[in-house]
């Protein structure tokens, strides 16, 4: 049975155990207030019954010494009270207290009985006036009952007004719930926010924001796959007209020769491949990052291009600012997304650099980054085409045949904004040819403070 309950219920419930639990608590305070209420009106009316017996005694000399009686008046449901009136002696000598009297309550069990009772002390005569205390417990309960009957009459009123006002509140989000059945997966224009309540206007701002991130996504998908179809068109009718060619070769140079273009084809679509691969895998997945330091991913990926290098005579070289610490280059990111990207600008910087030429990848520690970069002494790119060189299957203008996909610095570009990394491009100062540089956001936490 799954766990999820409608927030009309949980409404519900919740003001329902706040009504129910103000409800007793008001009905707590009505019973104390009235049995207080009552106390107070039935020691008035005992204090009073006494007084009156007391007046209608008459008036009699102290040298008189009447005779000992007494008088009871019982108890009924109708007579609550109960009156005893007893005739005592006079003493010898009557003191201001005793020409005064005196009086007091006490509490007084009889049986099962609980009585409040009123002793009156005056002269010649004792009274006692008792009270049940059940029959102020039971006349307290009366009133509390009466008092709040009204307002418990008014709880399921209040709480239909409330199951109204909350089905009626929650209109808009199910307003909502069916627009978004009735579209089809391809629809994702954003939601109408006209009559959504404050309170769910963020909620559906963020499903907003979501539809256009996957229409972007979709699009740059779409385009991809038509991007992927045009490209490995051309290399396949080439490498089919090759095969074709290597079919019909007579002589052993011919075939030789037909042969070597069939690998090449294959090497050139292979790379290619391996490049659209590399780049579908970098836009879908996030990195798994881990504390790194970049003179480690430099040299994995200078390793990677040292034969490249060495093929066509260029000088591989490193400027790693070795008088300081590694870990002063500490980042956070994914070693063979970094390699990988670091292995495309060397892959490159050796293409476009004329044999004998310099290749050159440095670092500096910067007060709020850390910057790499990739020199080389080839002929650059004109600062009209660095942008659109970024985008898939753009290559440059400088007519060179390198072999390249088109997809190097894309692939670079999307595993740079993974990692937050800035991208940029301009003139080598010292080579002459392209500088790339990366600025990477430094670790923050103990490593970098040790630096």
Known sequence: MSGRTSIRKRILVIVGLGVALTGLLQV???YR??????????DFHMVEMARAVRRAMPETSTSIVPAPGSAALPASEENCFTLRVQRVDFPA??????????RHFAMRREGTQLLRVLYVEAPGIHIEVSHDMAIRARTARDLAFRTTLPILGVVPLLLLIIWFGTTQALRPLRHTRNEIARRKADDLKPLSTQRVPTEALPFVEEINTLFTRINREFEARQNFVADVAHELRSPLAALSLQ?????????PEARQQASERVMAGITRATRLVEQLLVLAREGAAQPVTSVI???????LAMSDMLTHAQARQIDLGADFQEQLPEVVFT???DVEALRVLLR???DNAVKYTPQGGVVNLSLLREPDAIVLRIEDSGPGIPETERD???????????????GGSGLGLAIVRTIAANHGITLSMDQSATLGGLAVSLRFPPLEGPKASAA
Do not use: W, Y
């Not at 207030?33 to 039935?42: G, T």
């Open 344 to 346: 495309n600008l060397l």
């Open 293 to 299: 330091t970049l003179p480690q991913v430099a040299r």
């Open 243 to 251: 095969v074709k060619c290597l079919q019909r070769a007579q002589s």
């Open 93 to 102: 000598v009557l003191t201001d207290m005793d020409k005064r009297g005196h």
């Open 388 to 402: 659109r060189l970024f985008e898939r299957f753009q290559r440059g203008s400088s007519g060179l045949d390198t």
């Open 331 to 333: 980042v956070r990111g």
């Open 28 to 30: 707590m305070i009505a």
């Open 33 to 42: 207030v009235a049995l207080s209420e009552v106390d107070a009106i039935a």
